[in-house]
């Protein structure tokens, strides 16, 4: 981050970030992660043709500390105890928490900001991505653990608007869901104070017919663990390829559809 940040990045940064009045929150794993992975491309995009043509979705983002001023602006306070429970009690609780989550309501400032980026968005379709403080660390992968949902983005500025605060709000109560939990108290991460972040992006694709996907979207690995012929290298790395929005490059199922190219 050193070698590629400079301070002029964080001007264009702020314009879309979107939190607290008074607020400190951090911008989260995956979000951090994505801006630094996009300022390494654009280097290499200088000295290398081949990638002249990688275009970058357009992203906002929702602070840290953002959940943690809805939950007090609720009264949910003690939704924190949640992950003390035994598993069976959360996963019993998580869909009753979820509707809760999912009608209350955001603070005045927030909900500015979301129509800030609602409008700059105009009718595409958006991701609502999860973005916590664990998420993408040192040591710990947190992957698929926590939400990400699909907005269509269709309709009136206010049903939008609407449409996008409860994509947020399922995201945050996804916090508290039981897979994440468990993962937390496996590596004694439980009384770490969990914050979310939210990364929202456009979501590139092709209208066919009534339908909105990418073409395809996968994951690339640098190295590789899973040699199918003696001719192929570790260090080659690896893409996983799959064809639509990307959930079975990570997802995986058995009878599935992904390219594997070394």
């Known amino acids: 981050a050193k070698m590629f940040f400079d301070v002029a990045d964080f001007d264009f940064l702020l314009e879309h970030v979107v939190g607290p009045a008074q607020g400190t929150g951090k911008l989260g794993g995956k979000s951090s992660g994505v801006l630094l992975a996009e300022k390494i491309i654009k280097e290499e995009m200088k000295k290398?043709?081949?990638?002249?043509?990688?275009?970058?979705?357009?992203?906002?983002?929702?602070?840290?500390?953002?959940?943690?001023?809805?939950?007090?602006?609720?009264?949910?306070?003690?939704?924190?105890?949640?992950?003390?429970?035994?598993?069976?009690?959360?996963?019993?609780?998580?869909?009753f928490l979820e509707q809760i989550f999912k009608h209350s309501s955001f603070p005045y400032e927030i909900v500015e900001g979301l129509?800030?980026?609602?409008?700059?968005?105009?009718?595409?379709?958006?991701?609502?991505r999860s973005s916590?403080?664990?998420?993408?660390?040192?040591?710990?992968?947190?992957?698929?653990?926590?939400?990400?949902?699909?907005?269509?983005?269709?309709?009136?500025?206010?049903?939008?608007?609407?449409?996008?605060?409860?994509?947020?709000?399922?995201?945050?109560?996804?916090?508290?869901?039981?897979?994440?939990?468990?993962?937390?108290?496996?590596?004694?991460?439980?009384?770490?104070?969990?914050?979310?972040?939210?990364?929202?992006?456009?979501?590139?694709?092709?209208?066919?017919?009534p339908y909105f996907t990418p073409t395809f979207a996968g994951v690339a690995f640098s190295r590789n663990e899973f040699r199918w012929s003696p001719r192929i290298s570790r260090e080659d790395g690896m893409i996983r390829i799959v064809p639509g929005l990307g959930t079975r490059a990570v997802d995986r199922m058995g009878n599935d559809y992904p390219i594997l190219i070394s």
């Open 48 to 95: 290398d043709k081949v990638l002249k043509d990688i275009a970058f979705p357009k992203s906002w983002y929702l602070t840290s500390d953002s959940i943690l001023s809805f939950i007090h602006y609720n009264d949910l306070d003690e939704t924190s105890h949640v992950k003390y429970l035994d598993p069976i009690e959360i996963r019993q609780e998580q869909p």
């Open 132 to 209: 916590s403080l664990l998420e993408d660390n040192f040591g710990y992968a947190f992957s698929g653990k926590y939400k990400s949902l699909f907005v269509p983005n269709l309709g009136t500025e206010e049903e939008r608007l609407h449409a996008l605060m409860d994509a947020i709000a399922e995201v945050y109560a996804s916090t508290f869901s039981p897979d994440p939990i468990e993962y937390r108290r496996e590596r004694g991460l439980l009384d770490f104070n969990e914050e979310m972040g939210i990364l929202i992006q456009e979501v590139v694709g092709t209208q066919v017919g």
């Open 115 to 128: 129509r800030r980026i609602i409008r700059d968005f105009k009718d595409r379709p958006i991701i609502v």
